[in-house]
């Protein structure tokens, strides 16, 4: 059974940090491309970050681009989202994603609030 967990939520003041992580475990997590995604409220869900298999590429929403940072660590089996410089905007429910075999699977999400 797949599963994907996040954590490292929290509330923080803009222009702080915070790390995100997301543990996985039912799938060969080195195999596959990895994702985060964030819904604001009210809002659709966006995808913020991507990274490839081996780590080796990258990309970014432009709206995080430059204060994010995503990585992963496949012995660990564990997506990570680096997020410096926080604005309000960033506030949403942060997910990590996996697309298998034509099926997204997601996690519960984890909340981060920028506020001061």
């Known amino acids: 059974q797949v599963q994907l967990m996040e954590s490292g939520g929290g509330l923080v003041q803009p222009g702080g940090s915070l790390k995100l992580s997301c543990s996985v475990s039912g799938f060969t997590f080195r195999y596959y491309v990895m994702r985060w995604y964030r819904q604001a409220p009210g809002k659709e869900r966006e995808l913020v970050a991507s990274?490839?298999?081996?780590?080796?590429?990258?990309n970014y929403s432009a709206s995080v681009k430059g204060r994010f940072t995503i990585s992963r660590d496949n012995a660990k089996n564990t997506l990570y989202l680096q997020m410096n410089s926080l604005k309000p905007e960033d506030t949403g429910v942060y997910y990590c994603s996996v697309d298998r075999d034509s099926v997204t699977s997601w996690g519960q999400g984890t909340q981060l609030t920028v506020s001061s």
């Open positions: 990274i490839t298999r081996d780590g080796g590429y990258r």
